[in-house]
């Protein structure tokens, strides 16, 4: 069982920041894959951003030099550093893992894909 607990949402001011955190735990050495995707009221949910365990970036194009995501691999946890906030960054965003591994008995699992968060509510709004 994995379970992931997302922190640091709330409310600022237009052009403010917040840092948003996730910490995967659950008997997990590592996992493959981490990122945030967010969803709006009346919207579906899209990807911001994400970040392999091997450091490759990639970032959905409205957030571009605003946001900054990384990781800790050795807590498991990713971390989005948002900066410069819009109104219309304004959604639900969830944490998500893919793949993360355990290791019992001298053996490696993959966990499988797509563990979420239970979302937390940024809201950006004077």
């Known amino acids: 069982q994995v379970q992931l607990a997302e922190s640091g949402g709330g409310l600022v001011q237009p052009g403010g920041s917040l840092r948003l955190s996730c910490a995967a735990s659950?008997?997990?050495?590592?996992?493959?894959?981490m990122g945030w995707y967010r969803q709006a009221p009346g919207k579906q949910r899209e990807l911001v951003a994400a970040?392999?365990?091997?450091?490759?970036?990639s970032y959905a194009d409205s957030v571009k030099g605003r946001f900054i995501i990384s990781r800790d691999n050795a807590k498991n946890t990713v971390y989005l550093q948002m900066n410069n906030l819009k109104p219309e960054d304004t959604a639900v965003y969830y944490c998500?893992?893919?793949?993360?591994?355990?290791?019992?008995?001298?053996?490696?699992?993959?966990?499988?894909?797509?563990?979420w968060g239970q979302g937390i509510q940024v809201t950006v709004s004077s």
């Open positions: 998500n893992a893919d793949h993360p591994i355990s290791y019992r008995n001298g053996i490696y699992y993959d966990l499988g894909s797509d563990y």
């Open positions: 659950g008997s997990i050495t590592s996992v493959s894959a």
């Open positions: 970040m392999s365990e091997a450091g490759s970036t």
